[in-house]
C-alpha cells in the first residue's frame, strides 16, 4: 500500500517483473483490445470486474476515491458475510489453447482473496446452465501485490473461463495467454485469406529484440492506437539488422503484404524486407537459424513514417505455399503491422 506521506493524486505503477516463457511468446487471449469481456460477476461493489482485462499494467492513486470507496485498478467485491465465494466469467477475445496465466493482486494487500481458481469452458453462444465447466487451475493460494503466473498444459480450445475468488476481495488484472484457434473448415477455401493474423491463428515465433514494444502486437486486428502499440527495437548499434518471425495460421501462396508504420515516425524501418518457406516440421529454436536461409518473398522496400504500404503482384516473388515468414527491418525501428494475405495451400 501506498506511503501515507504521499502527496493526493500521485500515480505508483506497479513493479516490473520478469515473464515466464508463455507469458512472452503468446497473446493475452483475454486482452480487452481483442474483444475479452466480463458476461457477469457476482459482485463488483468496490471496483467493476472488467477493469481486470485492460491491457494496461494496473496502478494506485493515492487519495482517489469514488462513490463505493477507495478507486482501485481491478476487480474487488464487498466483505462477504453470507458464506460462499465471488466469481466472474470472462468470454475470452479469441479461442485458443490456454498456455498459461496470470492472476495478478498488484496493489491489493489487506483486500486480495486469500485463494483462487479458474474454471474454463468451450460454447458457441454464452454459457448457461447446460455449460460443462472443467477445472483448469485448483484452488491455489494468493498473496497480496503479486503476480501468480501458472503454466497450463491442456490443449483443449476454450471459449470462456469462470474465476473464482475465495470468499472475496480484489483482483488487478487476470492475463490468459495462449494461441488461439481458427476452424479452418468453417473458412471459405478459395477467399483471399489474412493468414498471419491473430484470428486465423497467426503467431510470433521468435524475435531479435524488442526493446520498446511487443512483438504480439503485430498480427493483431486494426491499426495501432499509438507508437507503444506495435513493435519497435532498441537502437542498433552493431552492424545486421533486427527481424521477427511469423507462424501463419494455415500455409498459404501469399499475394499480398502489408507493412504498417502507423506512429512511427522518427523511428521507422529504413528498409524492409520479408523471407519465406513451408516448413513440415520443426522446432521454434532451429527456425531462428533456418530463417536466415529462406528463399525471399518480399525484396527490400524503402519504407516511410506513418505509412500502410501494401505489395502485391509482381513485387511478390513466386516461391509455392509458405507456412513462416520472416520480416526484415534494416536496421532497425518500429513497425505497427504486419498483415499477410493468401490463398490456401492445399
Known amino acids: 500500500m501506498a506511503s501515507p506521506n504521499l502527496p493526493v493524486g500521485t500515480v505508483i505503477d506497479a513493479p516490473a517483473v520478469d515473464l515466464p516463457a508463455f507469458a512472452s511468446r503468446h497473446p493475452n487471449l483475454a486482452s480487452e483490445s481483442l474483444g475479452a469481456r466480463v458476461l457477469s460477476c457476482s459482485d463488483e461493489f468496490f471496483a467493476a470486474a472488467q477493469r481486470m482485462l485492460q491491457d ?6 493515492v487519495g482517489k476515491f469514488d462513490d463505493h470507496g477507495k478507486w482501485m485498478d481491478g476487480w474487488e467485491t464487498r466483505r462477504r458475510r453470507n458464506g460462499g465465494h465471488d466469481h466472474a466469467i470472462v468470454k475470452l477475445g479469441l479461442p485458443g489453447t490456454i498456455k498459461g496465466l496470470d492472476i495478478n493482486t498488484s496493489h491489493f494487500t489487506g483486500n486480495f482473496p486469500p485463494a483462487a481458481s479458474v474454471q474454463a469452458a468451450s460454447c458457441e453462444g454464452e454459457p448457461d446452465a447446460a455449460t460443462e465447466w472443467v477445472e483448469l487451475v485448483a484452488a491455489r493460494s494468493l498473496q497480496g501485490n503479486s503476480h501468480h503466473f501458472v503454466e497450463i498444459g491442456d490443449g483443449r480450445v476454450w471459449t470462456h473461463l469462470r474465476l473464482n475468488i475465495f470468499p472475496d476481495g480484489g483482483v488487478a488484472r487476470l492475463r490468459v495467454y495462449g494461441q488461439p484457434a481458427c476452424d479452418w473448415d468453417r473458412r471459405d477455401p478459395d477467399a483471399l485469406v489474412e493468414v498471419s493474423a491473430l484470428a486465423s491463428g497467426g503467431r510470433v515465433v521468435a524475435y531479435s529484440d524488442a526493446h520498446f514494444g511487443t512483438p504480439t502486437r503485430v498480427i493483431q486486428a486494426g491499426r495501432g492506437v499509438n507508437m507503444g502499440d506495435g ?33 512511427f515516425k522518427g523511428n521507422y524501418p529504413d528498409r524492409v524486407s520479408l523471407q519465406g518457406a513451408l516448413v513440415a516440421e520443426s522446432t521454434d529454436q532451429s527456425l531462428v537459424t533456418q530463417a536466415m536461409f529462406w528463399p525471399e518473398l518480399l525484396g527490400e522496400q524503402k519504407t516511410e513514417m506513418d505509412k500502410q504500404h501494401f505489395y502485391e503482384g509482381d513485387a511478390i516473388q513466386k516461391i509455392g505455399p509458405v507456412s513462416h515468414v520472416r520480416v526484415n527491418m534494416f536496421p532497425d525501428g518500429g513497425i505497427s503491422r504486419v498483415r499477410i494475405w493468401g490463398r490456401l495451400a492445399r
Do not use: M
Open 56 to 61: 494496461s499494467e494496473p496502478v494506485f492513486i
Open 231 to 263: 513493435w519497435e527495437t532498441r537502437r542498433r548499434r552493431e552492424p545486421g539488422n533486427d527481424w521477427l518471425i511469423l507462424e501463419l495460421g494455415h500455409a498459404a501462396v501469399v499475394e499480398k503484404i502489408e507493412i504498417d508504420t502507423a506512429h
